[in-house]
């Protein structure tokens, strides 16, 4: 099995103390990530791969951020269960039945719920990676320009519909981070585009740039006037964190249906996991035969979306490792993340750098294992983050903000280029306009771009290419249908509150 | 008319800043030369795709905060607390080169923390000034990058 010999290669290279440290100090990052409100596993990686690109060799890098995207995961729910604020979209499904438990004397359990079923579903996701990515890779292969030029817009419409409840919003987002990804010279045709005559700007505008224009400070000044700084209690965490016999019973299940949702769902170039939250979540509640407790406290709706979260968390990778298609905003930032090291993701990753994509899956494996005890035995630490005041949690960010945008390039244009970012990110939470968008659209409109000029030079201009090759009209079709699709529905059900992921990133 | 709540508002400016973006993009994109007349797909054709699009969806945007009706949500923005923080972070990018990072980071920290309503600057300053002269050694000094010391510093040293 060359599937296996790879990864037991991989093991080899994550198993080294150097990279058992880089992935622990990754785990670590993530989790407070996690734990902290306002911040992301997004806005953790654009801020620190300024740092990384003079400091360690890729695979180490890559270890590193993995462990952080993956203790994000982890850390979201701690916050979402004991102060019922959710730290990533991710993690609203767990809030609702996470904090009722909490009031009700049983955090310990939601949470230890969360942290295993985190590691199960984290697992098994891996494990499905390690098969999956490989073999979708060489799927990959048979993608010419005017197949991968369909699978983008598929992976662009997705991230605009499914987030947020209006498509003229994630639209306005989604064109709006294209607009921006026009900066620059054009590849091709060694052209200035739109650099107004600042040199700066002939390299582009950086997607660390926007990411941490948008999450960081329009999420700060957003914070800021809606003075979301009166204290929130956070729950206390006593007892056990032992789960009782029943509460093993009511999880396993939900542990394994999330994960059976979630993984498919991030492979998908679907996007994000809000989606396979909430479905594992109304799955649980389906099939309970106790429905009226969901809301109440039902353990299983912490231990599904949990589980759901984490999986599709390790999908999001199987396209972006294999198609260099990121499907979520973090996904975005990991793709800038291999361009600044001079790694393409895509089909050709797997021949060219077996030991960096091998190294990377091993490590998930270990930062899973890692996490566990970070968060099981040692959640005590993470609570007492939480008691940081709000002032100084945001004056930080802003502070770590402006000192990424300006060792970026030394310059102080990309800080005038954070502002500028930062007012629109303010206005666009103000209107509920979700900012994933623009990021996976800045990032991926050059690469769009890029292949809609190849496959028509190919066809020497006809533009019937994207209907005539079967696998290219299919995506096309689908995404047509996946703008389509959510419209009817929600004109149908019209009259039903605004949906719960509104504007929110 | 119902009154225009801070929702509507911002719909209006974004749409407004949105087709005025794609109006820019249409304009930039004419004036620009067509490239090699062998390519397929000249520099322009995308931009053009995206300055129309913009132009749409920003007038749609438009459409919809002139059309929204008496909206339930009259949630209320502190606009002084936004204006603190754009300003302190304009006064960074200005003093930055010329004071350095310790205190223009310092600068920022108390500035945001003033935003958040704390009303005691000394103790945000101290917590302000550990963070920016530790992240100065940190990142200057252990990670190799070039956070300014301050140009008013650099004759001091003596070179």
Known sequence: METFASLLHGFSLAFTPLNLMWCALGVTIGTAVGVLPGIGPSLALALLLPVTGNLVDPTSAFIMFAGIYYGAMYGGSTTSILLNAPGEPSSIATTIDGHAMARTGRAAQALATAAIGSFVAGSIATAALTFVAPSLAKLALLFGPAEYFALMVVALTTVTAVLGDSLTRGFGSLFFGLALGLVGIDLQSGQARFALGVPELLDGI???????????????????????????????????????????????????????IG??????????????????????????????????????GVAGPEAANNASAAGVLAPLLSFGLPTSATAAIMLTAFQQFGVQPGPTLFTKNPDLVWGLIASLYI?????????????????????????????????FATLGAYTLNNNLVDLVI?????????????????????????????????????????????????????IAATLLGLAIVLVIAPALLRRRSHREPAGVVHGIV | MSAWNAERLGTAVIGAGLASLGLFIGWETTAMPAGPAYAAVGPRAFPALIGIALVVIGLLHVRMAVRQGASADDARYDTRAVAWIAGTLIVQMILLRWVGWIPAATLVFVGVCRAFGSRRPGRDALIGVVL????????????????????????????
């Open chain 1, 418 to 470: 954070l502002w500028v970012i930062g007012i629109v990110g303010f206005g666009m939470r103000v209107i509920g306009m979700p900012v994933a968008p623009a990021v996976v659209g800045l990032i991926i409109g050059p690469l769009l771009e890029q292949q809609f000029r190849r496959a028509l030079a190919i066809s020497q201009g006809d533009p019937s290419v994207f209907v005539t090759h079967p």
């Open chain 1, 367 to 399: 930062g899973n294992v890692f996490l566990l005890v970070l968060n099981l035995p040692l959640v005590g630490l993470w609570v007492r983050l939480l008691a940081i005041p709000t002032p100084w949690l945001y004056a930080g960010i802003l502070v």
């Open chain 1, 206 to 260: 950086d997607v660390v740039i926007v990411a941490v224009g948008l999450l960081a400070v329009g999420e700060t000044l957003y914070a800021a006037s809606r003075h979301i700084h009166d204290g929130e209690t956070v729950s206390r965490v006593t007892g056990s964190l032992w789960l009782s016999r029943e509460d093993w019973r009511r999880s396993w299940k939900p542990w394994l249906r999330g994960t059976a």
């Open chain 2, 132 to 159: 920016a002269a530790g992240t100065f050694v940190l990142f200057n000094l252990v990670l190799g990058l070039n956070l300014p010391l301050g140009e008013w510093v650099e004759p001091l040293r003596g070179r």
């Open chain 1, 263 to 300: 993984f498919p769902i991030g492979a998908l170039p679907a996007g994000g996991s809000e989606i396979p939250t909430f479905l594992s979540y109304m799955t649980e509640k389906r099939l309970s035969k106790n429905p009226e407790e969901f809301g109440k406290g039902a353990i299983e």
